[in-house]
């Protein structure tokens, strides 16, 4: 059926030449930076693209199969790299906006698009021609005379392959494909649904129901309101404030709403999103997802999942894994048991007839906070608007490795939300494009990410990327900038970490630039950054009243410090519970399927995890594992936060958080080399020594 589309749409493309002329992804860019033309792009073109596409590549592969030639890195390896351009062209701008700006279209084209091109993919890695030939270079590697990047990208090639089912024959052949097929559909679903849950649920407030919530909330609430009302005409919206489980609408309501019975109901709309029994419910796929994954590792002789994810990273085993969870989790505890006796004290103190639950926890820590340490987060806000912290990020990069960036106006983007730099290197030379889309909307997915519109390589003449970072910060209001909190404020400073590894990569070969390295040391890049946000000497920099300009001042830099490690027993026991989840599901040792409510209630029981913290991600709505790529890989944030931490610890060791001999070696065996070499011997290579756990414990007060 697949082929008779592609041929359909071939036939079509071939006798409507004005159509071709028409579709810009036909045809390299005509635009500076060769940016996507995106006011030239519209829905009717991806799906010709992609199928046309589909058949370039697949002409490109059957030439390098019928070379008769002896296989050479050339003709072979090269000839890889350079194929499937039209197919990564259009996917590079159809999934980056899936993910940002999606509509029905999309998500069809999504829907329609995703087994096919997983057929396609693994119609190539399971060619056993194709196969043959990488194995022949492989097995006399020693003999080409290539350089230490060549080197790699071929053992790359040939890993990928066998980690693909390149040694599968027959019905197993078969049964994989159909296997990576129908993941693909099931994750489209996952995330589609997702996306509809955390759309469809609202609570609707009257002035009554708003004690307690800062001015700049209630003014939010009420334009998503009126924005409601004006697209609908729906009466119920007239007049009142819309919450969301967005986390940008979410979490200042639940850290200051007065009125406890909507704190619990806006915070169970958030965690039980696909796990509702309808239309939009996600248990029966997340299930079927974790046994289908249990069925291909064992086609390719692995006992688990996390086995097969694993094998490619740092951490090389599910043991591996566990030991490092299980060396965090009883501090963790511990110190979280003690901050909700501290939580329960107050509620007392001020005569409350309960005990705290989940949807407490940020109300009553915030008051804890500010009568501790005398520090709120609404004060710290004013002197984190987005402008001021995109700024701070910029200062960072500057300092550290003498990039600039100038934002342009002149070239068009995807949506009227989105930013974009040029971001130039400390010799004035062109480096990257930089793209900012930060404003939470109805069409973009949770979360906050980095991607890329095209991808950084030198072996065919010097492509440099273009970068993007998408996150859901609140949108300015009315008379209010977009102001951040911390929360915020690291997150933007973690996604630009990615951009930085994305935007400074200098490889020959993109399959190896920028974020392309093992799971557990792509987080590094972006964690360590985060150290930079809050220290005082870049605070001063960035950190400016919206009102007035003042620099933030000395006592409330002394009360962020003071109050660094509070609350860390929550953050770190609700991300560990959900890597201890993640780790769990994909351990199965047996493709039944599972019951994903017991399953997961099973899960945290066994680790103990207290009724007053919730995972941070349920099962139902575990994006990173069910529809990204980090299934068997959540634990990476706080592996590569062993990094991190380490890293930081030596620039604060030599007195200057700018040293530029740091700075430098930093830049280049971290950010530059991407994917080339081993990332533990890349990290000694930078700091000398390997990482101790120290840092990191006392980072987080987990001494």
Not at 320 to 346: G, H, I, M, T
Not at 379 to 389: G, I, V, Y
Not at 609 to 627: A, C, K, P
Request: proline fraction near 3%; glycine fraction near 4%.
């Amino acid at each position: 059926m697949k082929k008779l589309i592609i041929f359909f749409y071939i036939i079509v493309i071939s006798f409507s030449n004005i159509w071709a002329m028409d579709n810009p992804f036909l045809n390299k860019y005509d635009t500076e930076f060769e940016i996507p033309p995106f006011s030239k792009i519209n829905n009717n073109h991806f799906m010709p693209a992609f199928l046309m596409g589909i058949d370039e590549h697949n002409k490109e592969i059957a030439s390098i199969i019928n070379n008769l030639d002896k296989p050479s890195f050339e003709n072979v390896i090269i000839a890889l790299e350079k194929s499937g351009t039209l197919l990564d062209r259009t996917g590079a701008v159809f999934f980056n906006l899936s993910g940002s700006t999606s509509d029905e279209e999309i998500q069809n084209i999504e829907k329609e698009i995703s087994p096919i091109l997983s057929e396609h993919y693994d119609s190539i890695s399971l060619n056993p021609e194709i196969f043959q030939k990488i194995k022949y270079l492989w097995d006399n590697a020693d003999d080409l005379s290539l350089s230490s990047e060549e080197r790699k990208i071929l053992e790359e090639k040939y890993k990928n392959f066998i980690r693909n089912g390149a040694l599968l024959e027959g019905p197993e052949k078969e049964r994989y494909s159909s296997i990576n097929q129908e993941i693909s559909k099931l994750s489209v679903k996952f995330s589609q649904n997702l996306l509809a849950e955390t759309n469809n649920f609202e609570i609707i407030l009257t002035k009554d129901d708003l004690d307690g919530l800062p001015d700049d909330i209630v003014i939010l609430a009420k334009e998503e309101a009126d924005k409601k009302y004006k697209e609908t005409k729906d009466k119920d919206y007239k007049n009142k404030y819309i919450f969301t489980p967005h986390r940008s609408s979410m979490y200042p309501f639940l850290t200051y709403s007065k009125r406890r019975d909507l704190r619990e109901k806006l915070y169970k709309g958030y965690i039980n999103r696909g796990d509702n029994n309808n239309e939009f419910d996600n248990k029966e796929i997340t299930a079927k997802i974790s046994s289908l994954r249990v069925e291909r590792a064992n086609l390719l002789n692995f006992e688990t999942h996390a086995h097969y994810v694993l094998d490619n990273t740092m951490a090389k085993t599910p043991e591996a894994v566990y030991e490092l969870l299980d060396q965090l989790w009883q501090p963790a505890l511990l110190r979280a048991n003690k901050e909700l006796e501290d939580l329960q004290s107050l509620v007392n103190k001020e005569g409350g007839n309960f005990k705290i639950a989940s949807w407490d926890w940020w109300y009553y820590s915030e008051k804890l906070r500010e009568e501790k340490y005398d520090l709120n987060d609404e004060e710290l806000k004013e002197f984190f608007t987005l402008n001021n912290t995109i700024d701070g990020i910029f200062k960072t990069a500057n300092k550290l490795f003498g990039l600039s960036f100038e934002e342009r106006f002149d070239i068009e983007l995807y949506h009227e939300d989105a930013r974009v730099w040029e971001v130039k290197d400390r010799d004035g030379s062109h480096l990257g494009i930089y793209i900012g889309d930060y404003y939470t909307r109805a069409s973009k997915r949770g979360g906050a990410w980095m991607s890329s519109f095209k991808d950084q390589s030198n072996f065919d003449g010097r492509e440099r990327p273009i970068v993007v970072n998408v996150c859901n910060f609140p949108p300015p209001s009315n008379d209010k900038p977009s102001l951040l909190n911390l929360e915020h404020v690291t997150t933007l400073f973690h996604e630009f970490g990615h951009a930085l590894h994305g935007l400074v990569t200098n490889t020959e070969y993109s399959s190896l630039s920028g974020t392309s390295v093992s799971r557990d040391f792509v987080e590094f890049p972006s964690q360590v950054l985060e150290h930079w946000a809050v220290e005082p000497e870049l605070l001063k920099l960035y950190a400016k009243h919206y009102k007035t300009g003042e620099p933030i001042g000395d006592e409330l830099i002394f009360k962020m410090q003071n109050a660094s490690k509070f609350n860390q027993g929550f953050a770190n026991v609700e991300y560990l519970a959900a890597s201890y989840l993640d780790m769990d599901w994909h351990s199965l040792r047996t493709n039944e399927i599972q019951n994903t409510v017991e399953f997961e209630n099973n899960s945290l029981k066994k680790i103990g995890l207290i009724d007053e913290i919730v995972s941070r991600y349920r099962t139902t709505y575990f994006q990173h594992i069910y529809s990204s790529s980090y299934s068997a890989g959540y634990y990476s944030y706080i592996w590569a936060a062993v990094l991190d931490s380490d890293a930081f610890a030596r620039f604060k060791n030599t007195g200057e958080i700018f040293n530029k001999d740091l700075a430098d070696k930093y830049r280049k065996f971290i950010l530059e080399k991407g994917g080339t070499e081993d990332p533990m011997e890349l990290y000694r290579s930078f700091a000398g020594s390997n990482p101790e756990i120290s840092a990191l414990l006392s980072d987080r007060g987990l001494e």
